[in-house]
């Protein structure tokens, strides 16, 4: 069964400074890896995604994503973040062998972002 | 106007009532989800249904049900609530095939007394 985790559940920065957030996933077959983002108070929002090509992937407000297949890991980044960049940050992955069935999601970094 | 619809957003009822959330889309997916949120715990699939006729269990599906009347609705139902389902529900649709990307509802907040 694919589980995934996510390293950091809550990460404090101040506003410029850089973002890594680490994902890794469990699963020997091909997969479609995920970053959703949740602001206070509203729904999951896609922030990026990689299904195949560049491992290096743009999402929207400037965030980036790196699959390294040999780490399993789906890191996502921001080299300078916002006030507004608030919110919980969740990784998640289907296999892509199965059509997508089932999106695993890992438990979710809380980021706060102090101005 | 959201793709995803969810009724209630909110909602407190006590020990052993009957509760029914409601899922709306209009995104034309044939696949739709629910999805509980606990904090700490990311999102755990309830259930999930590919078509009309096709309907299948999550990794947590006991005490819940659904019902999806049509490709554009698909609710849940919990037939004797406890205070342990006290959580975040989310509604999700996603299009058929390998590579399509969740959508999601606003969430009901859902409180068992």
């Known amino acids: 069964a694919q589980s995934v985790s996510q390293h950091n559940h809550h990460v404090i920065l101040s506003e410029a400074a850089s973002l890594e957030l680490g994902c890794n996933y469990s699963?020997?077959?091909?997969?479609?890896l995920f970053w959703y983002v949740q602001y206070p108070g509203q729904h999951l929002q896609l922030l990026l995604k990689?299904?195949?090509?560049?491992?290096l992937v743009k999402g929207i407000k400037g965030f980036e994503a790196e699959f390294i297949k040999s780490k399993f890991s789906f890191n996502l980044r921001k080299p300078s973040v916002q006030w507004s960049d608030t919110a919980e940050y969740f990784c998640?992955?289907?296999?892509?062998?199965?059509?997508?069935?089932?999106?695993?999601f890992g438990p979710g970094t809380r980021l706060s972002v102090l101005p | 106007d959201a793709d995803v619809t969810q009724t209630p957003r909110n909602r407190i009822t006590k020990t052993g009532k009957r509760i029914m959330l409601e899922c709306s889309q209009t995104?034309?997916?044939?696949?739709m989800y629910w999805y509980r949120q606990d904090p700490g715990l990311g999102l755990q699939l309830i259930y999930y249904?590919?078509?009309?006729?096709?309907?299948n269990k999550g990794e947590i599906s006991d005490g819940y049900s659904v019902s999806r009347q049509a490709q554009a609705k698909f609710s849940l139902s919990l037939e004797s609530a406890i205070p342990n389902q006290t959580a975040l529900y989310f509604c999700?649709?996603?299009?058929?095939?390998?590579?399509?990307?969740?959508?999601f509802g606003e969430g009901s907040r859902l409180t068992v007394l």
């Open positions: 999700a649709t996603s299009e058929a095939g390998r590579t399509g990307e969740l959508f």
């Open positions: 699963y020997g077959g091909t997969v479609n």
């Open positions: 990689y299904f195949s090509g560049d491992p």
């Open positions: 998640a992955v289907n296999a892509a062998d199965n059509y997508g069935q089932n999106f695993v």
């Open positions: 995104k034309g997916h044939d696949r």
């Open positions: 249904s590919f078509d009309v006729k096709d309907i």
